[in-house]
């Protein structure tokens, strides 16, 4: 090859079909780096949504054994129903998954999208509600208490999967039906009667 010969085709450059085949590689590498980010946001928003729902349950079963010492049959006479701010709702919706009461300053049921407790009156939107459901240990043939002195509490943090806030008014029948909708949580933990007044 003469030196002017390439000369010539060193300055002529690329063609299209170099240009375009360059383009097309750069083409699917890019839509697969945004796959990969699509993936790995929804795989963060999981993973925070578990963690802060996690920390909601671990809350809400200190909050029902903080409650459980209240919960003392001073000389036999029972008083999970007076006393008690929610085990008394194992004496009137026990096996029965409800909403929690919200008490001031104690809990409530809904949550914000950082786990923070929304009280009435505040605007945030509920991002986590908690459910939660009461039983007795008993005889399943005969029906009779086994326990008496200990109850079983399971309780359910759930959020909307699609990021939208959830409205804590929903029917826990309603998340039991539409498991595709709702994340969920479930923490089970015993609670134990005030034994102290039985020492004395």
């Not at 010492?69 to 006393?83: E, G, H, K, T, Y």
């Not at 008993?138 to 909307?160: C, D, H, K, P, Y």
């Amino acid at each position: 090859m003469s030196a002017a010969r390439a000369k010539r085709a060193a300055s002529r450059g690329y063609t299209l079909i170099e240009v375009m085949a360059a383009l097309g590689v750069l083409a699917i590498g890019a839509t697969g780096v945004l796959a990969l980010q699509k993936a790995t946001l929804i795989s963060n928003t999981n993973a925070r949504n578990l963690a802060i729902a996690n920390s909601i349950a671990m809350t809400w079963a200190e909050r029902l054994r903080v409650d459980a010492l209240q919960w003392n049959d001073p000389m036999r006479v029972p008083d999970i129903a007076s006393d008690t701010a929610w085990l008394a709702l194992s004496t009137t919706a026990p096996f029965t998954r409800v909403t929690p009461t919200q008490i001031p300053a104690l809990g409530a049921p809904s949550a914000d999208v950082v786990g923070a407790d929304i009280y009435a009156g505040d605007t945030s939107a509920s991002a986590f509600c908690t459910h939660v459901r009461f039983s007795q240990f008993t005889n399943s043939a005969s029906g009779t208490l086994l326990w008496g002195s200990l109850i079983r509490a399971e309780i359910r943090v759930i959020w909307e999967r699609n990021g939208n806030p959830i409205n804590c008014g929903i029917a826990p029948a309603t998340v039991d039906a539409q498991p595709e909708r709702f994340g969920a949580v479930y923490l089970t933990t015993g609670l134990l009667r005030n034994t102290s007044e039985d020492r004395r």
